[in-house]
């Protein structure tokens, strides 16, 4: 695993699931961490996780959707920690909506989470790493920006915006010594599959329970045959942590999905 002692590392949406695990790899990789979420609280056994690394870690509490607080707690990071060398922008939620049925309102909560508050963390981040002339951004996205789903069309349309979003943004500070990817998770079994309301229950076939929709699902959608683990998409995180010319990318870790 390539090392990035010294490395100050920012996740969002580190409580469980995708941001724990690039939390805890970023970790390994001897990077000190800022873990953030909508409550510190919830936040406690990944700062546990991270700890037992052996790095510093500090949780911060923030609303991706409001500038003044994500810029008040990306400052603090910096202030705190002495700088910010590395930013994951994994906080996200998902709706399960026909088009038919969707509200206005619940478009709009996914947009906000899932594509405004990746802009406005990037712009927060920015005002840390232009002056520096060094960073690394990394939005996560999902497979689901690459190719849409039945019943999860503002999911699917927040994430690709935050590929577009990425690429663009790659190309405004690729002279200014900052890169910016993204991460594409396939099938992961956390709480977006795995959780209460989640999308193995949503898709479930009639008398099929949860389980048996997760097993299908995976089966049926990846060509490997068997979901990816938190773990996956922290090594990933930590590739582009620490590759200096790779940037504007969108990479999948699906299992073949996208194929």
């Given amino acids: 695993m390539s090392s990035l002692q010294g490395k100050i590392a920012l996740v969002t949406g580190a409580s469980r699931g995708i941001g724990q695990g690039i939390a805890v790899s970023l970790a390994k990789a001897g990077a000190d961490i800022a873990l953030a979420d909508i409550s510190i609280d919830v936040l406690e056994e990944t700062i546990k996780l991270v700890e037992q690394e052996g790095v510093k870690v500090k949780a911060y509490q923030v609303d991706v959707t409001q500038f003044e607080t994500v810029r008040t707690m990306v400052q603090a990071v910096a202030s705190e920690f002495g700088t910010l060398d590395i930013a994951v922008n994994n906080a996200g939620v998902l709706g399960i909506h026909k088009v038919i049925d969707m509200t206005g309102d619940q478009w709009d909560q996914i947009m906000n989470v ?142 073949g999905f996208g194929l």
């Avoid at 699902?217 to 995180?237: I, Y």
Wanted: aromatic fraction near 6%; hydrophobic fraction near 40%; charged fraction near 20%.
């Fill in 114 to 255: 899932n594509a405004k508050g990746v802009f406005l963390c990037s712009k927060a981040e920015l005002e840390v790493m232009l002056p520096n002339k060094s960073g690394r951004i990394i939005n996560v996205s999902s497979i689901l920006g690459k190719t849409g789903m039945s019943d999860v069309s503002a999911y699917s349309a927040s994430k690709f915006a935050v590929i577009g979003f990425t690429n663009s943004l790659a190309k405004e500070v690729a002279k200014e010594g900052i890169t910016v990817n993204a991460l594409c998770p396939g099938i992961v079994g956390t709480g977006m599959w795995r959780g209460d309301k989640g999308l193995a229950q949503a898709f479930a076939k009639d008398g099929e329970t949860e389980e048996q929709s997760w097993e299908r699902n995976q089966e049926s959608l990846l060509p490997q045959g068997e979901a990816q683990t938190p773990e996956d998409m922290g090594q990933l995180a930590v590739y582009l942590a620490s590759a200096p010319h790779v940037t504007g990318q969108a990479i999948a870790v699906d299992g």
